[in-house]
């Protein structure tokens, strides 16, 4: 958020929708962002609207995806069981 460049500790990475909302976007990389330690902690978590908004003028592309994502995954409900254990045999199954 701050442009500067980020590495070792100063290096976050944090989802842009939320894990609570569902698991299902949890391991899609688009969902993800690497911020500096401060715009992690002291921006992105405590003042969502503006965070919302930067990523909506940054990347809006991935915002797009991502609202599709959010609409499709509302109708298909949570995540069951099963389905975990689905997506851990295929990645399991993708690693040999």
């Given at each position: ?14 989802h842009v929708i939320p894990v609570s909302f569902s698991l299902r976007l ?71």
């Open positions: 958020m701050c442009g500067k460049y980020v590495e070792g500790s100063n290096c976050h990475t944090s949890a391991y899609d990389l688009v969902n993800l962002k690497v911020l500096c330690y401060h715009c992690h902690l002291h921006i992105w978590h405590k003042n969502p609207l503006l965070s919302t908004a930067w990523f909506r003028r940054k990347f809006p592309s991935r915002y797009k995806y991502l609202q599709k994502r959010k609409k499709e995954i509302h109708k298909l409900g949570s995540v069951k069981t099963f389905e975990l254990e689905e997506w851990l045999k295929e990645l399991k199954d993708g690693q040999d």
